[in-house]
């Protein structure tokens, strides 16, 4: 009950502040994975004295520019997916809902991204550049030795995890308070828009990676 009191306080909020709110926690977020742990590894320090280094720098700073505008064209999308699925299925969840669904659902991958920072801060404190990059916790690919497996599996096998899930529950919860409806139809709407496509963009991904 608390859980659902909680998430319906975010969907009574204003989006703006909502969104302003996950914009601004995710550039903390990245500020602290950026200069804590990336800055300390050897590879940021070899390129720091080279001239890939300010290129580097470049393309760091348009990923603190980028945040706004990302969240922006995702849950813009999948806004429309989750639209066109309930009016696929005949209930009445205005666009606008949809945006404060996938507005709100979007909060729970802060918490992987907080669980990296800590695991490199005081688990792990010593990583290349290159397991910061590919560690995701609770992904497939995290169970994995990511070595053994071709690069064009690691974007999907990082995607595969719990919070992904996650989220996919966080959905069907909204359609399902706006739509009041069964929660089967909720889970049906979902499992048959945003689910669907999410799984065939993975697909589309391994066969077109090169």
């Known amino acids: 009950m608390q859980t659902a009191a909680f998430l319906d306080s975010f969907y009574q909020a204003k989006k703006r502040l909502t969104f302003i709110l996950l914009c601004l926690i995710a550039f903390l977020l ?18 720091q004295d080279r001239p890939e280094g ?7 700073a348009l990923q603190y520019l980028s945040i706004p505008i990302i969240y922006l064209w995702k849950v ?18 205005t666009y606008s809902n949809c945006w404060t669904i996938v507005l709100t ?26 397991e910061v990059q590919v560690f995701y916790p609770f ?52 499992a048959c828009s945003y689910v669907l496509l999410f799984l065939l963009w993975l697909a589309f991904y391994i066969a077109v990676y090169n």
């Open 30 to 47: 990245l500020f602290a994975k950026k200069n804590f742990i990336e800055a300390e590894t050897a590879a940021f320090e070899f390129l």
């Open 54 to 60: 300010s290129f580097f720098q470049i393309i760091n």
């Open 76 to 93: 813009t999308v999948i806004s429309f997916v989750v639209w066109v699925g309930c009016f696929t299925f005949g209930y009445r969840v």
């Open 105 to 130: 659902a979007e909060f729970i991958f802060i918490i992987p991204e907080l669980i990296k920072i800590i695991w490199f801060l005081f688990i792990e404190t010593d990583p290349t550049f290159r």
């Open 139 to 190: 992904s497939i690919l995290s169970l994995t030795d990511y070595d053994s497996i071709s690069s064009r599996y690691h974007y999907p096998l990082k995607a595969l995890n719990i919070f992904e899930i996650g989220y996919w529950l966080l959905l069907i919860r909204g359609v399902h308070a706006f739509a009041k409806k069964e929660i089967k139809i909720a889970v049906l709407i979902v």
